[in-house]
């Protein structure tokens, strides 16, 4: 891809689970001002609305289960219909699929989003390896009382065991956060997610960034690709 000097608005992050998809996007979101949403609090937004289609997705993710690409991609259109993301978006967790990234191309080409130019300008794949994911994610503990985000390697607290923001003192960690729910999740990525890289770069559209190291010099990196 040409290196310009435009400032790319159209965005979607990817990466394995645990590269720092959704800390690199809130980033972008505070600096550049780009708007993003979170696919698991639009699905749970439409469930609380007991419509005919929130009741089909509370069934399904109340089952545990993913929601049909079909399906998904038609609230995620719904929701990039929204006029406050037409002055630009970064995506963390939608495309997971490439159907789903097929579908994407195909809203931002309908008639509702032409005249506003949206189309994605620029795919950033955040390059982690899998041992680096494990150790990410394993490492990773909440402040039970204010929410605060540790790592045991990388961002421990100051003091063992208090949090530095409250003082509290209970932590607790994901229950999917083991060695075994990683590994099918990153299993998932590659057989999955992974495929849609090619259909990226095919476009152009694709860059990929180191994603290891502290988060600052990561969003540094992002910084010069987008061009803000
Ligand atoms: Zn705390």
Same mark, same amino acid.
């Given at each position: 891809?040409?290196? @310009?000097?435009?400032? *790319?608005?159209?965005?979607?992050?990817?990466?394995?689970?645990?590269?720092?998809?959704? +800390?690199?996007?809130?980033?972008?979101?505070?600096?550049?001002?780009?708007?993003?949403?979170?696919?698991?609090?639009?699905?749970?937004?439409?469930?609380?609305?007991?419509?005919?289609?929130?009741?089909?997705?509370?069934?399904?993710?109340?089952?545990?289960?993913?929601?049909?690409?079909?399906?998904?991609?038609?609230?995620?259109?719904?929701?990039?219909?929204? =006029?406050?993301?037409?002055? $630009?978006?970064?995506?963390?967790?939608? =495309?997971?699929?490439?159907?789903?990234?097929?579908?994407?191309?195909?809203? *931002?080409?309908?008639?509702? *989003?032409?005249?506003?130019?949206?189309?994605?300008?620029?795919?950033? #794949?955040?390059?982690?390896?899998?041992?680096?994911?494990?150790?990410?994610?394993?490492?990773?503990?909440?402040?039970? /009382?204010?929410?605060?985000?540790?790592?045991? /390697?990388?961002?421990?607290?100051?003091?063992?065991?208090?949090?530095?923001?409250?003082? $509290?003192?209970?932590?607790? %960690? %994901?229950?999917? @956060?083991?060695?075994?729910?990683?590994?099918?999740?990153?299993?998932?990525?590659?057989?999955?997610?992974? =495929?849609?890289?090619?259909?990226?770069?095919?476009?152009?559209?694709?860059?990929?960034?180191?994603? +290891?190291? =502290?988060?600052?010099?990561?969003?540094?990196?992002?910084?010069?690709?987008?061009? #803000?």
């Amino acid at each position: 891809m040409q290196q @310009d000097k435009r400032l *790319f608005r159209h965005i979607v992050l990817m990466g394995p689970p645990g590269a720092g998809k959704g +800390t690199q996007a809130s980033i972008l979101v505070e600096k550049v001002g780009l708007k993003t949403f979170s696919t698991g609090q639009l699905l749970r937004d439409e469930a609380a609305t007991g419509s005919k289609l929130g009741k089909k997705i509370a069934s399904i993710i109340d089952g545990g289960n993913m929601l049909p690409s079909r399906m998904l991609m038609k609230i995620v259109g719904k929701e990039l219909e929204k =006029p406050l993301y037409r002055e $630009g978006y970064v995506l963390d967790g939608v =495309p997971r699929k490439i159907a789903q990234a097929k579908a994407l191309d195909k809203i *931002f080409a309908s008639r509702a *989003f032409k005249k506003y130019d949206m189309a994605i300008d620029l795919v950033i #794949y955040l390059q982690v390896p899998d041992e680096y994911v494990i150790e990410r994610i394993i490492g990773r503990s909440q402040c039970a /009382k204010c929410g605060t985000m540790y790592h045991d /390697k990388f961002k421990p607290t100051q003091v063992f065991g208090i949090c530095d923001h409250c003082g $509290g003192k209970e932590f607790t %960690r %994901r229950a999917d @956060d083991n060695y075994e729910a990683i590994m099918t999740r990153l299993k998932l990525f590659r057989l999955e997610t992974a =495929p849609i890289i090619p259909y990226y770069e095919k476009k152009g559209l694709l860059v990929c960034v180191d994603g +290891t190291g =502290p988060i600052d010099v990561v969003s540094e990196k992002i910084r010069k690709v987008v061009g #803000y």
